[in-house]
Nanobody
Framework: QVQLAESGGGSVQTGGSLRLSCAAS????????MAWFRQAPGKPREAVAT???????QYADSVKGRFSISQDNAKSTLYMQMNSLKPEDTAMYYC??????????????????????WGQGTQVTVST
């Protein structure tokens, strides 16, 4: 059973930076695809970035060049550095861990399949 705990959210002004962290525990074999998603009020949850066990990353067009996803396997921690933040980045940010072993889903296409664990989320608010 994978457990995820996000931290690092907060309130910043436009152009500011934040670093989100996601501490993972349990089910190390079930975390071969890690991802950040976000959900703004009244909008569906959307994928922001993914990272595969081998280190390949993928980003939503809206955050390319501004956000960077990384992971420290020794610490079982996922990170996302967010720079040049905009008001439209305001959302609850969720960490996700997916097990894509022997599945036809794709981490790089933000298709995490059905074997996904979610964190509780951390709020990011960007003001003008």
């Amino acid at each position: 059973q994978v457990q995820l705990a996000e931290s690092g959210g907060g309130s910043v002004q436009t152009g500011g930076s934040l670093r989100l962290s996601c501490a993972a525990s349990g089910g190390s074999d079930e975390r071969n695809c890690m991802a950040w998603f976000r959900q703004a009020p009244g909008k569906p949850r959307e994928a922001v970035a993914t990272i595969e066990a081998g280190g390949s990353t993928q980003y939503a067009d809206s955050v390319k060049g501004r956000f960077s996803i990384s992971q420290d396997n020794a610490k079982s921690t996922l990170y996302m550095q967010m720079n040049s933040l905009k008001p439209e980045d305001t959302a609850m940010y969720y960490c996700a861990a997916a097990d894509l072993f022997r599945s036809q889903n794709s981490c790089g296409r933000f298709d995490l399949g059905s074997r996904v664990s979610w964190g509780q989320g951390t709020q990011v608010t960007v003001s003008t």
